[in-house]
């Protein structure tokens, strides 16, 4: 077989991957989809143009005694899993703990060694007594990068997410796995993850390097 030229991009399959049944008709002489994908792969190699590739697993972690308590409803959890399923991750799910920090440590430790690539957690990062979530993230990290927490709350600021600017959030690295504190306001959220975005990428493709 000729090598294919690199600089062409990816090489489109003719045989389509399996499709759901409801979604296309049946025809009579209809080649079957698994077996004329698994063809292109013969032939191509593992160079066939599949789905756009993941950035890697997500965990988000909501610190919130209301809502660890069942008084009042989750609405920043979503938000968060929606924005890093549109940045690229596979979002593991959402798990809501108090603001103390035996039970926030607990957490962040647990996906670190469920080798999740990327820790979001949500709430506890200000000046009152029950905001914990810095104090615990600092004794799980290993390496802290004060340069994205710094640009969270500068943007924060910039963007009128007062919660976002004074927060005393940390973002390090645990293991192989990115922590990120975020302040709780949805706009905090928001500013929060369009900040994160294109550093985490940067972050993780540099992780993943070492772990090769």
Do not use: K, W
């Amino acid at each position: 077989m000729v090598p294919r030229d690199r600089t062409q991009g990816p090489r489109r399959c003719r045989h389509p991957l399996p499709v759901p049944a409801r979604s296309r008709p049946v025809r009579a002489g209809d080649e079957p989809a698994t077996r004329g994908a698994a063809r292109c792969r013969d032939h191509y190699g593992e160079h066939m143009e599949m789905a756009t590739p993941q950035l890697g697993r997500a965990l988000v972690v909501i610190v919130d005694d209301r809502v660890s308590h069942g008084e009042t409803q989750d609405r920043t959890g979503p938000l968060v899993a929606e924005l890093l399923e549109e940045a690229g991750f596979v979002v593991d799910g959402a798990v809501t703990v108090p603001g103390e920090a035996v039970a926030i440590r607990n957490a962040l430790n647990t996906a670190v060694i469920g080798g999740v690539d990327l820790v979001i957690t949500v709430g506890g990062t200000g000046v009152s007594p029950r905001d914990v979530t810095a104090d615990a993230t600092a004794g799980v990290l290993d390496r802290p990068i004060p340069g994205i927490a710094e640009a969270l709350r500068a943007s924060g600021l910039a963007a009128g997410a007062v919660d976002a600017g004074l927060s005393r959030g940390l973002v390090g690295i645990s293991g192989s796995t990115l922590v990120v504190n975020l302040a709780s306001s949805r706009a905090a959220v928001r500013d929060g993850m369009a900040t994160l975005s294109p550093l985490v990428t940067h972050v993780i493709s540099e992780l993943s390097s070492l772990d090769a």
